[in-house]
């Protein structure tokens, strides 16, 4: 969607490993936010932010940090990759008063 | 149980046919969402709703807030409204536009 933007799209990864998703926007908005998307589970918040530097937990932030040096970048980091983190990830942005802007989602694989 | 519960789960229409999704949530919100999301694709938002009634072409939501209710209604359905409905809430007070998700409900219409 035009002003999001998740990369990478696709990722396989071993157990054990870190990895790092991005989002970018160039909207500028203030609320990003990072969810889960599982069969049997639906959509779930693993962290937020709420401006630079501010982030907050989801009910799904274990394994996982988040970081938010720029109000366009909001990175989410799964220190060391495990099996159950294997989903779909989605990015998404809050326009005021409108609704919500999801990224094109990030398949994440770990074998 | 969980905040927010859609129905049916599946749904399976004719084309032409008019279909109804519910969503009920046992929370207080500030707002309601609906989302479309196609097989393999991303997440769009269709209707925000804190009262009464939304129209975009073939699509109606409604809301009642005193019965914690919504309702998303497509006339003439049509082949590509297949598709995962999904229907969102954002708590009152300072939730920070979390989102809480329903299950989803999976809607296949036939030629």
């Known amino acids: 969607d035009a002003g999001i933007t998740q990369s990478p799209r696709h990722k396989v990864t071993e157990t054990g490993t870190p990895v790092t998703l991005r989002c970018h926007q160039t909207e500028n908005h203030r609320y990003m936010y990072w969810y889960r998307q599982d069969p049997g589970h639906g959509l779930r918040l693993i962290h937020y932010?709420?401006?630079?530097?501010?982030?907050d937990k989801g009910e799904v932030s274990d394994g996982y940090s988040v970081s938010r040096s720029k109000t366009e970048d909001f990175l989410l980091t799964l220190e060391s990759a495990t099996s159950s983190q294997t989903s779909v990830y989605f990015c998404a942005i809050r326009p005021t008063n409108y609704g919500y802007t999801f990224g094109s989602g990030t398949r994440l694989t770990v074998v | 149980k969980n905040e927010v519960e859609q129905s049916p789960q599946n749904l399976t229409a004719q084309e032409g046919e008019f279909i109804t999704i519910n969503c009920s949530y046992s929370v207080g919100i500030s707002a309601l969402h609906w989302l479309q999301q196609h097989p393999g694709g991303g997440i769009v938002s269709l209707f925000m709703?804190?009262?009464g009634k939304k129209k975009h072409g073939r699509l109606i939501a409604t809301i009642n807030i005193q019965e914690k209710h919504s309702s998303l209604h497509i006339t003439a359905s049509h082949p590509r409204d297949s598709a995962v409905y999904i229907c969102?809430?954002?708590?009152?007070?300072?939730?920070?536009?979390?989102?809480?998700f329903g299950q989803g409900t999976i809607l296949t219409v036939h030629p």
């Open positions: 932010s709420y401006g630079v530097k501010d982030t």
């Open positions: 709703l804190s009262s």
């Open positions: 969102a809430v954002t708590a009152g007070g300072t939730s920070y536009g979390k989102l809480t």
